[in-house]
């Protein structure tokens, strides 16, 4: 069983950056996947990025080329840098990993 928990999140200006963190425990870590949802208020869950156990990523075409997925399997947490951010990104921001997900963190891009 896999347990995960976020980090990073917060309020920030319209083109700033934040990066989450998502750190794993219960299994090793680089033997899985790991993938970003976000879900804002009023709308449903919605993907943003994976990472493979091998590194490769993959990005939805709201995000692709701002934001960037990466993983540290030493230390066994999963990241997203978050680049040029809008206020559409606002959301809440969660990991997932097997069928486990985190508690979530959040995302707030204002002035």
């Known amino acids: 069983q896999v347990q995960l928990v976020e980090s990073g999140g917060g309020l920030v200006q319209p083109g700033g950056s934040l990066r989450l963190s998502c750190a794993a425990s219960?299994?090793?870590?680089?033997?899985?996947?790991m993938t970003w949802y976000r879900q804002a208020p009023g709308k449903e869950r919605e993907w943003v990025a994976s990472i493979s156990s091998v590194g490769r990523t993959v990005y939805a075409d709201s995000v692709k080329g701002r934001f960037t997925i990466s993983r540290d399997n030493a230390k066994n947490t999963a990241y997203l840098q978050m680049n040029s951010l809008k206020p559409e990104d606002t959301a809440l921001y969660f990991c997932?990993?097997?069928?486990?997900w985190g508690q979530g963190t959040q995302v707030t891009v204002s002035s």
């Open positions: 997932k990993a097997q069928n486990t």
């Open positions: 219960g299994r090793i870590f680089s033997d899985y996947g």
